[in-house]
């Protein structure tokens, strides 16, 4: 999800699911090493718009001090909340003992959850774990040291580290960190439509449950509205103008951008039974008339790809 759940596709979502369905969000992560992080820069993840829908800062790093004082920087640029990313698989990120390296030492992640909630008295601060580095043998133990160490609420991504993003998931993991704790628990892992919701915290005994690459194929995905293709086909173009507009971003760029989502998008059907052909597409103007042919959209200039 880095570099795609940003302001410019998190906002159109937030627009589109109303905050009785999509009861909050997070930024992609803030990586956080040796220095507390300033405040315009948080304020940059938070993103000009605000709804009503609380929309968390989550940091991931492994130096305490920095991780702290940047946690008091995103309560000052406006966070609600401050989440604690104890799931990232990526080399890098182990190789520093942030993300999913912690998982591998519930002392270490209940440290770490002391340090910034002790920073923030009263503040909600919550966590998010994977079911474990190689295995999930410590599934509970990392489950209850992010209590311990004053998480509100504790997401568990049902994966291990090794197992990454995997097609299988075991939902049965959660429900074992449900009972090994007494603060909520948000369930993730698989959610791919709108009835996943429902039953995974009825299979789980999860209060909630978490979104993350089905809202790639579906940003309704959350209210359950079926999305007509013209709608479907909007979305795609005002995410290619927004990302114009917030962050200057050239034609191949947004292509670039849009593909990423076409990767996994089911709404609508609107790529009909050949995605390939739209992933192959090679000119950047020629993928955004298409998009806007296939939504039935007035034809519009390469420069300016979103609707009317």
Same mark, same amino acid.
């Given at each position: ?32 090493? !040796? ?27 492994? !130096? ?7 946690? *008091? ?36 992640? *209940? ?19 994977? +079911?474990?580095?190689?295995? !999930? ?9 992010? *209590?311990?160490?004053?998480? +509100? ?16 998931? !075991? ?5 074992? +960190? ?19 919701? *429902? ?5 789980? $005994? ?5 979104? $993350? ?96």
């Amino acid at each position: 999800m880095e570099g795609i759940t940003e302001p410019c596709f998190r906002d159109l979502v937030l627009a589109r699911n109303p905050a009785l369905a999509l009861g909050g969000a997070y930024t992609e992560f803030v990586r956080v090493v !040796d220095l507390a992080l300033p405040v315009w820069k948080l304020r940059e993840h938070l993103g000009p718009n605000r709804f009503e829908t609380p929309v968390g800062l989550q940091l991931m790093g492994s !130096d305490l001090g920095a991780l702290a004082a940047t946690a *008091e920087r995103a309560v000052q640029a406006g966070a609600p909340l401050i989440d604690l990313n104890f799931g990232c698989p990526a080399k890098g990120a182990i190789a520093d003992c942030s993300g999913s390296g912690m998982l591998r030492d519930p002392s270490r992640l *209940e440290r770490t959850v002391r340090a910034v909630a002790d920073a923030l008295p009263g503040f909600p601060v919550t966590a998010k774990i994977r +079911a474990g580095f190689d295995d !999930d043998r410590q599934l509970a133990d990392l489950a209850r040291a992010a *209590e311990a160490g004053g998480a +509100a609420l504790l997401t568990v991504h049902c994966r291990t580290r090794k197992e990454a993003y995997c097609e299988e998931v !075991d939902w049965t993991r959660i429900a074992r +960190a449900v009972r090994a704790v007494s603060i909520p628990v948000c369930g993730n892992g698989s959610v791919i439509v709108h009835a996943d919701l *429902e039953r995974m915290r009825r299979e789980t $005994g999860a209060q909630f449950a978490m979104v $993350g690459r089905g809202a790639l194929a579906d940003p309704w995905v959350f209210s359950g509205h079926a999305a007509t293709v013209r709608e479907a086909a909007e979305f795609l173009l005002e995410y290619a103008q927004v990302l114009a507009e917030l962050h200057g971003a050239k034609l191949a760029g947004r292509a670039a951008r849009v593909k990423q989502l076409l990767r996994y998008w089911t709404a609508a059907d609107l790529l009909g039974p050949d995605r390939a052909s739209w992933l192959r597409e090679s000119d950047p103007a020629r993928l955004f008339e298409r998009l806007g042919a296939a939504g039935g959209l007035e034809p519009r200039t390469s420069s300016s790809p979103s609707p009317a």
